[in-house]
């Protein structure tokens, strides 16, 4: 969001920005992580909400209904803080600045109501690719016309947005039954997306041309900006700090280390993640891997392993030192963008996806949560092999990914003749395209601006 705003204050001076904060008890590093950007970013003003109380600590409440609900419960102080700051006679912004839109994330969508009462347009910013945005906005209507529980359907789903159709179990698992504690929000969230001006989507079109195409087709769906891929590339700066890691990627070969990195919340067992040292071992590559355990007791984020030699292989820390470092968090897009990497090992998050593409890495998939499987899924089979598959149906627990599986993939991987390398190459240059003066981003990024500037 932080860094659509970005992009919107240097293109047009006329446009200032306000950023709402909804601070989130459970993860406060992220808090802290806001509070830097805010120190470092100039000219977007950032305003704390309230710290509100989570719905029920119980644990049986799925996130997606937990974070929904969460964020209704800000509707009245949202409607406070955007009164105060702009339409009360003491505000300086009432006299001078028209505000030109509400802009939410997804899991927002009942701000709609505040931002119809105080008869501004509202937008939706959707972080993930447009063939997810088409699951969502589609999926009031299978709601309607599949009665069984998704999981349990005998039939793939078609869906606009994708030209393949998606087997049930590639969905996200907050979709699989209609009895799960969520759904109904997932369903009231495709919804009430419609009601929005627009649609912003951090994808480029030549990423996905079908969706983005598709969801034009509809005429029910507003207007849909591709404006991506929008990448904290400033995140390069701050983690130059972590020296370790930069110094031993310096004394690595171009293109010749296997970096493997799970996201903010990907973590492994000791099981599996035995599995993936050997793994790497016998595929012989060099490699950084980002390794972190399943959140303790009482916590929401993964953590740092303790004892790394008590959980891996007897001896694998002192035959792979060298060529081979293990280490717990990563300044992933720093360490995309060093010359030393040749292939990504990913759990597929989106932003992952579209930094790997802008530093022109290859990817193998392995998907572990939420629309992951789906991307990876978009990636394999709707793209026609942007990525090398490791496992799209992974879902953790008993099934682990195997030692053979990780050998074969890696090697895939780190082919110099991969024909994945090839099509990365290309859609690498596509994406740098699409962000330049004429590109399409760019060109859907300023019709955004007009429409926002129309004050019909
Ligand atoms: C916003 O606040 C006004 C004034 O306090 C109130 O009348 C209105 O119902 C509120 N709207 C929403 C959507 O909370
Ligand atoms: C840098 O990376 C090393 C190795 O993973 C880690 O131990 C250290 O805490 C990191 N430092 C910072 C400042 O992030």
Same mark, same amino acid.
Do not use: N, R, T, Y
């Given at each position: 969001m932080t860094e659509l705003a970005k992009k919107l204050i240097a293109r047009d001076h006329r446009i200032s920005i306000t950023i709402l904060i909804v601070k989130f008890p459970l993860t406060p590093e992220v808090n802290d992580r806001i509070q830097s950007l805010a120190a470092s970013v100039a000219g977007i003003r950032f305003v704390d909400l309230p710290q509100l109380d989570l719905p029920s600590l119980d644990m049986a409440r799925t996130p997606e209904a937990m974070v929904s609900i969460f964020l209704e419960a800000h509707k009245p102080y949202v409607n406070n803080t955007i009164t105060q700051l702009f339409f009360t006679p003491e505000s300086s912004d009432s006299k001078s600045a028209r505000l030109a839109g509400l802009f939410m994330d997804m899991s927002c969508t009942p701000m709609i109501d505040v931002a119809n009462e105080l008869g501004i347009p509202s937008y939706i910013f959707f972080a993930s690719s447009a063939c997810s945005l088409g699951l969502f906005l589609h999926l009031p209507v299978l709601d309607t016309y599949i009665q069984s529980d998704f999981k349990d359907s005998e039939t793939e789903f078609t869906i606009p947005s994708f030209k393949t159709p998606v087997p049930?179990? @590639?969905?996200?698992?907050?979709?699989?039954?209609?009895?799960? #504690?969520g759904y109904d929000w997932l369903v009231y969230h495709g919804r009430r997306f419609?009601?929005?001006k627009g649609i912003i989507v951090n994808t480029f079109a030549e990423l996905e041309p079908h969706a983005v195409h598709s969801l034009s087709l509809d005429g029910s769906t507003p207007p849909v900006y591709p404006v991506g891929p929008l990448l904290d590339l400033q995140g390069l700066i701050h983690s130059e700090s972590n020296q370790s890691i930069k110094t031993w990627l310096d004394g690595q070969p171009s293109s010749s280390v296997v970096f493997l990195c799970f996201g903010s919340m990907g973590s492994f067992s000791a099981l599996q993640a035995r599995e993936i040292a050997i793994g790497l071992e016998r595929s012989g590559h060099r490699f950084l891997w980002s390794l972190r355990q399943p959140p303790q007791e009482g916590q929401f984020s993964p953590t740092a392993y303790m004892n790394l030699e008590e959980i891996l292989p007897e001896g694998f820390m002192t035959r792979t030192a060298g060529r081979g470092l293990v280490c717990e968090w990563v300044p992933q897009v720093a360490v995309l963008a060093h010359?030393? @990497?040749?292939g990504f090992v990913s759990h597929c998050g989106w932003n992952s996806i579209l930094e790997s593409l802008w530093f022109g890495v290859p990817i193998a998939t392995w998907a572990l949560h939420g629309e992951q499987h789906l991307n990876a899924f978009e990636m394999v089979k709707e793209l026609g092999g942007l990525v090398v598959e490791l496992r799209l149906d992974y879902r953790g627990g008993d099934d682990l990914a195997r030692t053979e599986e990780m050998e074969r993939a890696i090697g895939c991987l780190m #082919?110099? #003749?991969?024909?994945v390398r090839k099509k990365v190459k290309e859609t690498n240059e596509k994406s740098r395209m699409a962000m330049m003066d004429g590109g399409s981003s760019f060109n859907s990024l300023g019709s955004l601006i007009q429409d926002l500037m129309d004050e019909s």
């Open positions: 049930p179990q @590639i969905l996200p698992v907050a979709f699989w039954s209609k009895k799960q #504690d419609k009601e929005a010359h030393a @990497i040749g #082919d110099s #003749d991969c024909a």
